[in-house]
């Protein structure tokens, strides 16, 4: 239940102030006693109709400011319509996004730009894969834009235990999330420095675009790269090393993700700390084709002040029509 002018509540409160002041009086002026002319007075009242016809006033009169305040009651169903498209981002979650070479660290940076991409959609759902050396369905396809910037902030390199870089698992995962209902409006932007420890992407990526997904990669990093800092409760206490005890440095694969947005008819987005160019993609996601979404209903309240002021005006014609003279006797 909501309202629709709770402020007209107040005057519901002032009401009930003054009626509890007016009942104190009336029981200590009962209590004093009465007077022989006020007795003459009320002799023919019939004081017990005079009490209901009262309390039928006080009804009509409360159940008319709570109509007037707008009273807001149970939900009506609406069928909406959407234009839009399906987007799926396959954020990568290896420790290599760890590496502070993009500020505060690739991972950060990556999210920060996502979250830009999807503060700009209007009617299209968003979905994200995460991916190390396996990939998981993270957040199934949603037109609820504040439900998947809360995912996309939750989103942490130790997800996923099974180190790696599988950008063929997450391209296989990100596939099969779309729905087969259609062969167009399908985006898929696949987000990560580019190692990739399989190399059966840009083959994936061949077959997918020719079902109508569009894979577009966002590179997270710089050319000259960094080391890979291991922290411990947010504190960095060393960087990765090879098994020969040497420290690795994780630098962007650039062509490996430009040959994947090529082989997936998509663009590269290189994101570092000079350059954003995430408005490409705003670009494709404005200029593709959207499709009409199947009509979704949604629940909203319903005005119910009609109720309360039929009720308030038979409360007052009640409390009109109450006889409060006793008749004659014979």
Same mark, same amino acid.
């Given at each position: @239940? *909501? %309202?629709?002018?709770?402020?007209?509540?107040?005057?519901?409160?002032?009401?009930?102030?003054? %009626?509890?002041? %007016?009942?104190?009086?009336?029981?200590?002026?009962?209590?004093?006693?009465?007077?022989?002319?006020?007795?003459?007075?009320?002799?023919?009242?019939?004081?017990?109709?005079?009490?209901?016809?009262?309390?039928?006033?006080?009804?009509?009169?409360?159940?008319?400011?709570?109509?007037?305040?707008?009273?807001?009651?149970?939900?009506?169903?609406?069928?909406?319509?959407?234009?839009?498209?399906?987007?799926?981002?396959?954020?990568?979650?290896?420790?290599? @996004?760890?590496? !502070?070479?993009?500020?505060?660290?690739?991972?950060?940076?990556?999210?920060?730009?996502?979250?830009?991409?999807?503060?700009?959609?209007?009617?299209?759902?968003?979905?994200?894969?995460?991916?190390?050396?396996?990939?998981?369905?993270?957040?199934?396809?949603?037109?609820?834009? !504040?439900?998947?910037?809360?995912?996309? *902030?939750?989103?942490?390199?130790?997800?996923?235990?099974?180190?790696?870089?599988?950008?063929?698992?997450?391209?296989?995962?990100?596939?099969?999330?779309?729905?087969?209902?259609?062969?167009?409006?399908?985006?898929?932007?696949?987000?990560?420095?580019?190692?990739?420890?399989?190399?059966?992407?840009?083959?994936?990526?061949?077959?997918?675009?020719?079902?109508?997904?569009?894979?577009?990669?966002?590179?997270?990093?710089?050319?000259?790269?960094?080391?890979?800092?291991?922290?411990?409760?947010?504190?960095?206490?060393?960087?990765?090393?090879?098994?020969?005890?040497?420290?690795?440095?994780?630098?962007?694969? !650039?062509?490996?993700?430009?040959?994947?947005?090529?082989?997936?008819?998509?663009?590269?987005?290189?994101?570092?700390?000079?350059?954003? *160019?995430?408005?490409?993609?705003?670009?494709?996601? *404005?200029? @593709?084709?959207?499709?009409?979404?199947?009509?979704?209903?949604?629940?909203?309240?319903?005005?119910?002040?009609?109720?309360?002021?039929?009720?308030?005006?038979?409360?007052?014609?009640?409390?009109?029509?109450?006889?409060?003279?006793?008749?004659?006797?014979?």
């Amino acid at each position: @239940m *909501d %309202w629709r002018y709770p402020f007209i509540l107040l005057l519901l409160l002032i009401f009930i102030f003054i %009626w509890i002041v %007016w009942q104190i009086r009336l029981k200590l002026k009962n209590g004093n006693g009465s007077n022989l002319l006020s007795k003459r007075l009320t002799a023919r009242l019939d004081l017990k109709k005079q009490s209901w016809k009262r309390r039928f006033r006080v009804y009509a009169l409360i159940l008319l400011i709570i109509a007037a305040a707008g009273p807001l009651i149970g939900t009506k169903v609406k069928p909406v319509e959407r234009k839009g498209i399906d987007l799926i981002f396959a954020v990568d979650v290896s420790v290599s @996004m760890n590496a !502070e070479d993009v500020k505060p660290t690739r991972l950060e940076k990556a999210k920060f730009e996502i979250s830009q991409v999807i503060q700009r959609l209007k009617g299209d759902r968003v979905g994200i894969i995460v991916f190390a050396g396996l990939a998981h369905y993270y957040l199934p396809l949603t037109g609820d834009y !504040e439900a998947a910037r809360l995912f996309l *902030d939750a989103i942490e390199t130790n997800m996923i235990k099974n180190q790696g870089t599988a950008l063929s698992a997450a391209l296989r995962t990100s596939i099969s999330a779309f729905p087969d209902e259609s062969e167009k409006y399908k985006v898929l932007v696949v987000v990560s420095d580019g190692e990739d420890h399989e190399g059966e992407a840009i083959l994936i990526a061949q077959k997918a675009a020719k079902t109508g997904i569009v894979i577009n990669t966002m590179g997270v990093g710089s050319i000259s790269g960094s080391l890979i800092p291991i922290s411990n409760d947010g504190v960095i206490t060393e960087y990765k090393k090879d098994k020969k005890g040497e420290l690795v440095t994780t630098t962007l694969n !650039e062509q490996m993700l430009t040959e994947l947005a090529e082989a997936g008819q998509g663009v590269f987005i290189r994101i570092d700390n000079q350059s954003n *160019d995430k408005n490409n993609l705003n670009a494709v996601i *404005d200029n @593709m084709e959207k499709k009409t979404f199947e009509a979704h209903e949604y629940a909203e309240f319903e005005d119910r002040y009609q109720i309360f002021a039929v009720f308030s005006l038979i409360f007052a014609v009640i409390a009109f029509i109450i006889p409060t003279y006793r008749k004659r006797a014979e």
